[in-house]
């Protein structure tokens, strides 16, 4: 079984930076793609970035474009978020999740339990 910690969400002034962890277990990490969704108050949860086995190629939904970076280190069993410029509306719960490669984000991904980001205005 696959399990995914989050960490490294908090409080954050509007336009400062916060880097979120996701911690893997298990030995094939590599195999999995990874991505990271947010929900926010009232919100449904959305795809925020995600990285290919390899990390050779990415994914951000545009209102991140530019401001986020995803990033793994399968040695590591670890993929990151570094998200800067942040402004209020990236407040939300983050969650990381992994899926084979081809499987997409449904049933058959893994989650974590997330972690609150919050950024005051």
């Known amino acids: 079984q696959v399990q995914l910690v989050e960490s490294g969400g908090g409080l954050v002034q509007a336009g400062g930076s916060l880097r979120l962890s996701c911690a893997a277990s298990?030995?094939?990490?590599?195999?999995?793609?990874m991505g990271w969704f947010r929900q926010a108050p009232g919100k449904e949860r959305e795809i925020v970035a995600a990285?290919?086995?390899?990390?050779?190629?990415?994914y951000y939904v545009d209102s991140v474009k530019g401001r986020f970076t995803i990033s793994r280190d399968n040695a590591k069993n670890t993929v990151y978020l570094q998200m800067n410029s942040l402004k209020p509306e990236d407040t939300a719960v983050y969650y990381c999740?992994?899926?084979?490669?081809?499987?997409?984000?449904?049933?058959?991904?893994?989650w974590g339990q997330g972690t609150q980001v919050t950024v005051s205005s």
């Open positions: 999740a992994a899926a084979l490669s081809g499987t997409g984000w449904g049933t058959n991904a893994y």
């Open positions: 298990g030995r094939t990490f590599s195999m999995y793609a």
């Open positions: 990285i290919n086995w390899s990390g050779g190629s990415t």
